[in-house]
């Protein structure tokens, strides 16, 4: 499986809610899910978040939200390897994931 995972931290200190934030009329978030569905490349697209209000926006748009991250993967100083490390161990519990592609949830430009 090919999976694209979109890392989206509720606690953003400096602009908060960052992720779905309005931006040129949709939630930054969305241009992410947007262009990994657009790319035809994944079989998934998966948000990993510790926010509800993430992942129904997510959702809205077409990604998984399929868990909730835990609390110690959710604080300011946690990097990004941890996060898809973890969401691809979660998500291997499922189907064997054989390539994983981490896009930033605030990347509007991705094509």
Partial sequence: MRVAIIPARGGSKRIPR???KLFAGL???????????ESGLFDRIVVTTD???IADVARAF????????PKELSDD????????AHAIQTLQNDSVIDYACCIYATAPFIR
Avoid: D, L, M
């Fill in 27 to 37: 939630p930054i978030i969305a241009y992410s899910i947007k262009a990994a569905q």
């Fill in 18 to 20: 960052k992720n779905i």
């Fill in 77 to 84: 100083h946690t990097a990004t390897i941890p996060v898809i």
């Fill in 51 to 53: 926010n509800e209000e």
């Fill in 62 to 69: 077409g990604a998984e939200v399929p868990f909730i991250r």
